[in-house]
């Protein structure tokens, strides 16, 4: 029951000092270079197209170059629960390749009844981590909406390995609807994620992991993966001997 319930417009981005935008990262992404040399990016809200033009460069500075180097990623998105649509495309684009363009995603808007189709970009800020190095996604029960989309959409592009726990089954984008003439209002889906690959939805029905464990043993699973992954070629070529 909301009477004085206004539909809230976004409002753009406002001008922010370098060190708050600094403090903001910060806040926001834990990153760090583990043992074997392994990157872990935890996220926790994934940032839209206005607002990554406006912190690239700082991303780059505190986040990306760190990690670039490493042998394989591990991206944590078991507290991710609140993200852009628009920052999807950047995201999936840094694990693959510039060329040929991939068609990531489709999203249907039903209050506009327009179709939206998401791509790959050809030109981003910095390098891209490329195809060949492994990328490992941690989800849990609560990881929600915009880090559902990218986590299906990396699975089913064959590019991350998915390890913990089933997501939420949420939407990538809801409103406040007013019931009739009353103060009502309810939060409903209002548009529809549907993956080019599929052909389905993550939404409702969760993202399943490819491997099933609990949020909390997902980051030393993942790197128990890595690590194996890492060993595979010399135990062959040991074998062929």
């Not at 000092?17 to 990016?41: C, F, G, Q, R, S």
């Not at 607002?51 to 991710?80: H, N, R």
Request: hydrophobic residues 40%; contains cysteine.
């Amino acid at each position: 029951y909301e009477p004085e319930y206004v539909p809230a417009v976004p409002p753009p981005v406002p001008d922010i000092p370098p060190e708050h935008l600094a403090a903001m990262i910060k806040a926001t992404v834990k990153v760090e270079v583990l043992d074997d040399n392994i990157a872990y990016l935890k996220i926790q809200h994934i940032i839209g197209e206005e607002m990554a033009q406006k912190v690239g460069p700082l991303l780059l500075e505190y986040i990306w170059d760190k990690v670039l180097p490493t042998s394989a990623m591990i991206l944590d998105f078991c507290s991710a629960i609140s993200g852009e649509l628009s920052g999807i495309p950047y995201i999936v684009s840094y694990y693959t390749d510039a060329e040929p363009l991939i068609h990531i995603d489709s999203v249907y808007d039903r209050p506009s009844d327009i179709t939206t189709e998401l791509w790959s970009m050809p030109t981003l800020l910095g390098k891209r981590y490329g195809t060949s190095k492994p990328l490992i996604i941690l989800t849990s029960k609560n990881t929600l909406g915009v880090a559902e989309d990218v986590s299906y959409c990396l699975k089913n592009l064959k590019r991350a390995t998915i390890v913990g726990e089933k997501t939420a089954g949420g939407t990538v984008k809801t409103e406040k609807i007013k019931v009739g003439d009353t103060d009502l209002y309810v939060s409903v889906p209002v548009a529809k994620s549907v993956n080019p690959i599929t052909g389905k939805s993550w939404e409702i029905n969760g993202v399943a992991p490819d491997v099933e464990v609990t949020a909390e043993d997902a980051l030393d699973t993942a790197i128990a993966i890595i690590k194996l992954r890492a060993e595979i070629p010399g135990l062959v070529q040991a074998a062929a001997i």
